[in-house]
C-alpha cells in the first residue's frame, strides 16, 4: 500500500509559506541575517522568520491575550498550510492523526523567566513553563486543526521531524490511522544560540555545506509539515509517496557522527532497501549538510559507500534556511516533494572547493523541470540518530 502526500506546508528564514519558498529558491535568496529576536553577544548569521509572534498571531487568526511560544506558531502555521492543500476535513471520519517534533520545545518563553528569578528566588513568570514542555506545540497545533484523536511528539535532535514522518507511514501502513500531519517545528531561542556556540560548531560566516572551507554550521528557525495519507482514502493525485525510510542508531558519540559514517550508511541503504530502490535509481540527495567539518566528512564518506563513487545530484539546502534543528527534516521533506513536483534540483549555496577527503562535487546552480523520480533526504542527530527518508513519484497501486 502507498503511504502517500497530499498536502504541505512550511516555514522558515525564506518564506512563510510553500510557494514563497519556491520563489528564494528561483532567486537565489540565503535567509541568513543578524540575530533581531533577542539580545546576545554572539555575532553569528541566523535565519530568522521574518514574522513577529505579534505577527504570526494576526496571520493565524489567534488572540494576542494568549501566551504561544513562537515554536507552536511556527508549528500551527506550517500545519495550517499542510491541511488545507491536502484537501482533507477533519469532519470527514477518517482517522486522523498529528505526530509533530520538535528539540527546543518552547524555551523561547520559559528562559525569559530566569533573569528575574535569578535575581530573586522569590520572583518570576512561573506561567512561562506552561509552554515549556515539547508536547505543548503538539497539543497546541491539534487544538487548533481539531484534532482529537492521536497526536504524539518525537525529539531526537536534528533527525525529530524526519522521524516524525517515519512513525506516521507505519501507522498508516498498519492501519491505525488513514491520515498523519507529521513535521516538525523549532524557534530560535537563547539556549539554543548559546548551546551551540558552547560547541564551538557556529560559523562567523555564512555557512559552506561540503566546502573544504567549512567552519561551522548557521542557526535557523521555522516548520514543516507533510499530510500523508493511505492511498485507499486519497481524491485525488498525490504529491508524491513516502516509499522507504529508515532509522539507525550507531551511537559514537554525544554529538558527534562516526569517521565511517556508519549510522548514515545503515539508514540511507535501508531507506532504499523498504522502497525498492537501487542506488542507480536515486535522482537526488537533499544531504543533511550541516557544515561543520564533522558531520559533512562523515556523511559524505556514507555516500561514496554506498552509491559506490557513482554519486547522483547532491546538496544541502541549509545555507537557504539556516539549520532549523528538530524542524529540518520536516522541511526538507517538504523541499524533496517539491523536487518530484517540479523537477528541482537545489543549489548549494557558497560552495568554492571539494573537500579534499573525497573531492565531491554538490549541485551549484537552481536547476527546475528535470526528470525526478526517486528522492533521497537525510537527517542526522546528535547521539548517532539517523534517519533517511525515500520519496518517490507517485505510481498508483490500486486496481
Same mark, same amino acid.
Given at each position: 500500500?502507498?503511504?502517500?502526500?497530499?498536502?504541505?506546508?512550511?516555514?522558515?528564514?525564506?518564506?512563510?509559506?510553500?510557494?514563497?519558498?519556491?520563489?528564494?529558491?528561483?532567486?537565489?535568496?540565503?535567509?541568513?541575517?543578524?540575530?533581531?529576536?533577542?539580545?546576545?553577544?554572539?555575532?553569528?548569521?541566523?535565519?530568522?522568520?521574518?514574522?513577529?509572534?505579534?505577527?504570526?498571531?494576526?496571520?493565524?487568526?489567534?488572540?494576542?491575550?494568549?501566551?504561544?511560544?513562537?515554536?507552536?506558531?511556527?508549528?500551527?502555521?506550517?500545519?495550517?498550510?499542510?491541511?488545507?492543500?491536502?484537501?482533507?476535513?477533519?469532519?470527514?471520519?477518517?482517522?486522523?492523526?498529528?505526530?509533530?517534533?520538535?528539540?527546543?520545545?518552547?524555551?523561547?518563553?520559559?528562559?525569559?523567566?530566569?533573569?528575574?528569578?535569578?535575581?530573586?528566588?522569590?520572583?518570576?513568570?512561573?506561567?512561562?513553563?506552561?509552554?515549556?514542555?515539547?508536547?505543548?506545540?503538539?497539543?497546541?497545533?491539534? #487544538?487548533?486543526?481539531?484534532?482529537? +484523536?492521536?497526536? /504524539?511528539?518525537?525529539?531526537? *535532535?536534528?533527525? !525529530?521531524? =524526519?522521524?516524525?514522518? %517515519?512513525?506516521?507511514?507505519?501507522?498508516?501502513?498498519?492501519?491505525?490511522?488513514?491520515?498523519?500531519?507529521?513535521?516538525?517545528?523549532?524557534?530560535?531561542?537563547?539556549?539554543?544560540?548559546?548551546?551551540?556556540?558552547?560547541?564551538?560548531?557556529?560559523?562567523?560566516?555564512?555557512?559552506?555545506?561540503?566546502?573544504?572551507?567549512?567552519?561551522?554550521?548557521?542557526?535557523?528557525?521555522?516548520?514543516?509539515?507533510?499530510?500523508?495519507?493511505?492511498?485507499?482514502?486519497?481524491?485525488?493525485?498525490?504529491?508524491?509517496?513516502?516509499?522507504?525510510?529508515?532509522?539507525?542508531?550507531?551511537?559514537?558519540?554525544?554529538?558527534?557522527?562516526?569517521?565511517?559514517?556508519?549510522?548514515?550508511?545503515?539508514?540511507?541503504?535501508?531507506?532504499?532497501?523498504?522502497?525498492?530502490?537501487?542506488?542507480?535509481?536515486? #535522482?537526488?540527495?537533499?544531504?543533511? +549538510?550541516?557544515? /561543520?567539518?564533522?558531520?559533512? *566528512?562523515?556523511? !559524505?564518506? =556514507?555516500?561514496?559507500? %554506498?552509491?559506490?563513487?557513482?554519486?547522483?545530484?547532491?546538496?544541502?539546502?541549509?545555507?537557504?534556511?539556516?539549520?532549523?534543528?528538530?524542524?529540518?527534516?520536516?522541511?526538507?521533506?517538504?523541499?524533496?516533494?517539491?523536487?518530484?513536483?517540479?523537477?528541482?534540483?537545489?543549489?548549494?549555496?557558497?560552495?568554492?572547493?571539494?573537500?579534499?577527503?573525497?573531492?565531491?562535487?554538490?549541485?551549484?546552480?537552481?536547476?527546475?523541470?528535470?526528470?525526478?523520480?526517486?528522492?533521497?533526504?537525510?537527517?542526522?542527530?546528535?547521539?548517532?540518530?539517523?534517519?533517511?527518508?525515500?520519496?518517490?513519484?507517485?505510481?498508483?497501486?490500486?486496481?
Amino acid at each position: 500500500m502507498n503511504v502517500c502526500i497530499t498536502g504541505i506546508g512550511c516555514i522558515s528564514g525564506i518564506g512563510n509559506d510553500v510557494e514563497a519558498h519556491l520563489q528564494a529558491f528561483r532567486q537565489g535568496k540565503s535567509g541568513l541575517g543578524k540575530v533581531t529576536l533577542f539580545p546576545t553577544n554572539h555575532h553569528v548569521p541566523v535565519s530568522e522568520v521574518k514574522l513577529s509572534n505579534e505577527g504570526l498571531k494576526e496571520r493565524l487568526g489567534l488572540p494576542s491575550s494568549k501566551v504561544y511560544s513562537r515554536t507552536s506558531l511556527l508549528g500551527l502555521s506550517a500545519a495550517h498550510e499542510a491541511l488545507k492543500d491536502s484537501g482533507v476535513t477533519i469532519n470527514s471520519g477518517l482517522r486522523i492523526g498529528l505526530i509533530s517534533s520538535t528539540s527546543t520545545g518552547g524555551m523561547d518563553v520559559s528562559e525569559n523567566h530566569y533573569p528575574t528569578f535569578r535575581e530573586n528566588p522569590t520572583k518570576g513568570h512561573l506561567r512561562y513553563f506552561a509552554t515549556h514542555d515539547a508536547g505543548d506545540s503538539t497539543e497546541k497545533i491539534a #487544538d487548533h486543526l481539531g484534532i482529537t +484523536g492521536m497526536r /504524539t511528539t518525537i525529539s531526537t *535532535a536534528c533527525s !525529530s521531524a =524526519a522521524n516524525s514522518l %517515519l512513525l506516521a507511514a507505519r501507522l498508516i501502513r498498519q492501519g491505525i490511522l488513514d491520515v498523519a500531519i507529521a513535521g516538525g517545528t523549532d524557534a530560535l531561542c537563547k539556549f539554543t544560540l548559546n548551546g551551540f556556540a558552547s560547541l564551538m560548531i557556529l560559523d562567523n560566516e555564512p555557512c559552506r555545506p561540503f566546502d573544504n572551507t567549512r567552519a561551522g554550521l548557521n542557526l535557523g528557525e521555522g516548520a514543516g509539515y507533510v499530510v500523508l495519507q493511505s492511498e485507499a482514502t486519497i481524491k485525488r493525485k498525490p504529491y508524491a509517496t513516502l516509499s522507504g525510510y529508515a532509522n539507525a542508531n550507531d551511537a559514537y558519540h554525544q554529538t558527534a557522527s562516526s569517521a565511517e559514517g556508519t549510522g548514515a550508511f545503515l539508514a540511507m541503504k535501508a531507506a532504499l532497501c523498504r522502497a525498492g530502490v537501487s542506488p542507480s535509481q536515486v #535522482d537526488y540527495i537533499n544531504g543533511h +549538510g550541516t557544515g /561543520t567539518p564533522n558531520n559533512d *566528512a562523515s556523511e !559524505s564518506t =556514507a555516500i561514496n559507500r %554506498l552509491f559506490e563513487g557513482n554519486i547522483p545530484p547532491f546538496s544541502s539546502t541549509k545555507a537557504f534556511t539556516g539549520h532549523t534543528l528538530g524542524a529540518a527534516g520536516g522541511i526538507e521533506a517538504v523541499f524533496s516533494v517539491l523536487s518530484i513536483e517540479y523537477g528541482i534540483l537545489y543549489p548549494n549555496l557558497n560552495f568554492s572547493t571539494p573537500m579534499e577527503e573525497n573531492g565531491m562535487i554538490p549541485v551549484l546552480t537552481y536547476k527546475e523541470g528535470e526528470q525526478i523520480e526517486n528522492v533521497l533526504s537525510n537527517s542526522f542527530g546528535f547521539g548517532g540518530n539517523n534517519t533517511s527518508l525515500l520519496f518517490q513519484r507517485y505510481k498508483s497501486t490500486l486496481c
